[in-house]
């Protein structure tokens, strides 16, 4: 199987800890699919909790020399809740005796569960971002709050060599990706067997002290 690239192995995580943290506090938790476009029809869902993908902003150029980036992500969970109580209930809940937890929780549960974390990937820590109402109406005899909680995060990615293709090496590389595609590939650089280092003295053809060294002829894991 290939290696999902590292965006969709974010998502993945950050749905996997808000459905378990969050647990019975939302019906729904889930990648978002433009749910909110259909608002009548999503809030047979809610409470819910939808993640979606932000953008990236500008690489950062880490090394002179080398095609090395420090990239920066934001991610968006998106928070939706109907409650019967129309002014303080739709924003804190309509109380302990309820279900209804309340779009204002929801933010701080998210949060409370997001920030700081690496979620197991070779990413810097979540960072809590801008907070945003996104819808506040009503249909029917309901009221409706839905609210986005933006996160960043930080990791590096490494260009290809100039004029080179993709090899990957083996079929759980991220780059197996490309034989699927029918897109062209190249074959990895063989491991490294072993080296000799000679040490030569002025005027002499042959080397006065000569080592030589062999590693392990398979590949690392």
């Known amino acids: 199987m290939v290696t999902e690239p590292l965006l969709t192995r974010i998502q993945a995580a950050i749905v996997q800890r808000l459905e378990t943290g969050l647990g019975k506090a939302v019906r729904t938790c889930d990648y978002y699919a433009g749910e909110i476009d259909d608002l009548e029809n ?58 209804d937890i309340g779009v204002n929780r929801l933010v701080w549960a998210v949060r409370r569960l997001l920030a700081g974390q690496k979620l197991g990937l070779p990413i810097s820590r979540l960072e809590p971002g801008k907070v945003k109402t996104l819808v506040n109406t009503q249909i029917a005899s309901n009221s409706w709050g839905v609210m986005s909680v933006e996160f960043k995060s930080t990791w590096e990615e490494t260009a290809l060599p100039d004029g080179s293709w993709p090899a990957p090496e083996g079929p759980e590389h991220p780059d197996a990706l490309f034989p699927l595609l029918g897109g062209k590939t190249e074959a990895p650089l063989p491991w490294l067997g072993g080296f000799n280092v000679g040490l030569y003295q002025p005027g002499k053809d042959t080397p006065s002290i000569n080592f030589e060294t062999h590693v392990n002829e398979e590949s690392p894991s």
């Open 42 to 99: 999503a809030v047979k869902a809610f409470p819910a909790a939808y993640v979606a993908f932000g953008g990236m902003a500008e690489g950062d150029h880490r090394r002179m020399g080398k095609p090395d980036w420090k990239e920066t992500g934001t991610f968006v969970v998106v928070v939706g809740d109907r409650l019967v109580r129309r002014s303080q209930g739709l924003r804190v809940g309509a109380g302990p005796a309820t279900a």
